[in-house]
């Protein structure tokens, strides 16, 4: 729920000031500067709360701690890359792939009722699929609209 707040608190804010600074609504760049708050927030957890994240990845992984951590820097990664403009699509087909690949991890999650910044086994469980499904859905559509389409 924290990451849909912090893209939608980016986005309205980014429009804000390239309106009053700039003269203008661009859609297009708020979209990707709202993406690119989000991932930093979301990279975040990756280094704070690696305990935690370890226990989302499904047991086949190997590497699982490398993995937590590289994929923090993926979604730093992103965030430069929706925001500088030659890099913008190929950075937004590659987070689209990203979102679908780290979707087993959150079932994974789910299933295991895994609350990540605790590192325990006492989170929402199951039910949190109904929200997270759509909202990875929504990640991918947002994405796409703002800095493909």
Do not use: D, Q
């Given at each position: 729920m924290k990451p849909l707040f912090v893209l939608l608190g980016t986005f309205l804010v980014s429009l804000f000031i390239l309106k009053t600074g700039f003269g203008g609504f661009n859609y297009s760049l708020a979209g990707r500067i709202?993406?690119?708050?989000?991932?930093?927030f979301t990279s975040a957890g990756h280094f704070a709360f690696p305990k935690g994240m370890i226990l989302m990845i499904p047991d086949f992984f190997?590497?699982?701690k490398i993995l937590v951590y590289f994929t923090g820097i993926i979604e730093i990664s992103a965030a430069a890359?929706?925001?500088i403009h030659s890099l913008q699509r190929l950075t937004a087909f590659l987070l689209i792939a990203f979102f679908i690949l780290i979707l087993p991890a959150n079932i994974n999650a789910a299933i295991?009722?895994?609350d990540y910044q605790?590192?325990?086994n006492d989170g929402n469980g199951v039910s949190y699929l109904w929200f997270r499904i759509p909202l990875q859905v929504f990640f991918i559509a947002w994405t796409y609209f703002f800095a493909i389409y």
């Open positions: 709202a993406m690119s708050g989000m991932l930093m190997p590497f699982k890359g929706l925001v295991r009722h895994i605790k590192g325990t």
